[in-house]
């Protein structure tokens, strides 16, 4: 990836350096690489070619507009988890009928939406969510197409707040479960199975998780095959990690090999649901140094990026490397980089060794491109960023800095 890259000494994404967006815009902004999402987009998408797929971008990695437009344009479909990110593919000119429904829990009012806007599938979570969409199908007249997202209780071997394939998991309706509840189906007038579908977990790293669970759920896939249910899409969820600092996940080349291993006796079209590995690494977040703040114990760096822009951290425990805009030289000291949020989980880099920065100095937190902004908040009343997408030596605002004013919209005194 050189979509990020110093030259001369100073951070660019693609032709423009960052310290341009950053003063023109200001900080904190989040600014992404329409060369580095195009990239990655065909990469994965050319590792499965010579299988028939879709890809649906996972939309709530990263729902701007811009970048599910530009999804769209690539040929993605989407995966939803709510009527609001079917609205927004909807808005970006996005195809519903490339468009899988996920979640555990969707209103009637969402999959009746879905159903008349043509999705593709409804990945249905439970048994009382099937019946309920059968509901919704009978009342539209037509059935809805759906796949049980089946848990397949294998460990993903990621952090625990991202594992979604345990027993333990709120997701999907337990493997034992599976063939009983579509005998059920195949009863009811409202619905129709078309698929099987799973989701481990994100940011996995490693293949031997993704090859158990994929394995029992093709298992699954043909067994239901031979009972006679007419289903097309096997769909794997996403998941595929990527690098923030030292991991090493597999290529896209590594997991379409995995992936493809495990299918290959269903003859299933596949369904991949990638979020993280698409747009993590093609966007950063832009702050600048308020203030430093050494004491006996540790050394500060308060910067005008709170844990309301970039949660992930203080969430996660994640990892995102902190790098000067404009490359300096000198004697590293260890500091822990802070936001202004008045929570002592506000740490956004811990114990990291760099040249101790100046006020004002402009710096970028990498890998910031997937479940940054979506899950930005205006917690302690901070106006959410600006979102910026590069292309080439051009760049524009795809999303305005949030007004003081947009903060109250609503409220009543
Ligand atoms: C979040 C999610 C994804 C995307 O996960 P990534 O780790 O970002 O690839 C895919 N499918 C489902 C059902 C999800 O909930």
Excluded at 205 to 232: F, I, N, Q
Excluded at 240 to 245: H, K, M, P, R, V
Aim: proline fraction near 5%; glycine fraction near 8%; aromatic fraction near 8%.
């Amino acid at each position: 990836m050189t979509a990020f890259a110093y030259r001369k000494g100073s951070l660019h994404a693609e032709g423009v350096p960052l310290s341009a967006i950053a003063d023109a815009v200001g900080t904190p902004t989040y600014v992404y690489s329409a060369q580095a999402l195009t990239e990655r987009f065909r990469e994965v998408t050319e590792a499965f070619a010579g299988h028939p797929h879709l890809i649906c971008y996972s939309v709530k990695a990263n729902s701007n507009l811009a970048i599910l437009k530009l999804f769209t344009a690539l040929g993605s479909g989407f995966d939803i988890v709510s009527g609001g990110e079917l609205a927004r593919v909807k808005q970006a000119g996005g195809d519903a009928g490339k468009t899988v429904f996920a979640g555990v829990g969707k209103t009637p009012e969402e999959m009746a939406q879905a159903l008349v806007s043509g999705i593709r599938l409804f990945n249905v979570e439970s048994a009382e969510e099937l019946e309920a969409l059968d509901a919704v199908g009978r009342r539209a007249g037509h059935r809805a197409p759906f796949a049980l997202r089946v848990n397949p209780d294998v460990d993903a071997r990621t952090h625990r707040y991202i594992a979604t394939g345990l027993k333990t998991s709120k997701f999907g309706v337990p493997f034992e479960e599976a063939v009983a509840l579509y005998a059920k189906a195949k009863k009811m007038k409202g619905v129709r199975a078309l698929g099987l579908d799973c989701h481990i977990g994100s940011q996995l790293t490693r293949t031997a998780p993704m090859r158990a669970a994929l394995t029992k759920v093709a298992d699954l896939y043909v067994t239901l095959k031979a009972k006679g249910h007419a289903l097309e899409y096997l769909d794997v969820g996403g998941g595929l990690g990527i690098t923030y600092s030292d991991e090493t996940p597999p290529s896209p080349q590594e997991y379409a090999r995995t992936v493809l291993a495990a299918v290959k006796p269903t003859g299933a079209t596949l369904l991949l649901e990638p979020g993280r590995s698409l747009v993590g690494n093609a966007g950063v977040l832009l702050t600048r140094v308020l203030y430093r703040k050494p004491t006996e114990a540790r050394t500060f760096v308060v910067v005008d990026a709170g844990m309301n822009d970039l949660i992930r951290p203080a969430l996660y425990e994640a990892h995102h490397e902190f790098l000067p805009l404009v490359k300096r030289r000198g004697r590293d000291v260890q500091v822990d980089v802070v936001g202004p949020v008045c929570e002592s989980t506000d740490v956004l880099a811990k114990a990291r060794a760099l040249v101790l920065p100046r006020q004002d100095d402009l710096y970028a937190f990498m890998s910031a491109g997937a479940y940054g902004m979506s899950m930005a908040s205006t917690y302690n009343s901070r106006p959410r960023p600006a979102e910026v997408l590069v292309d080439g030596e051009a760049w524009r605002v795809v999303r305005e800095r949030e007004r003081v004013e947009d903060l109250w919209r609503g409220e009543r005194a």
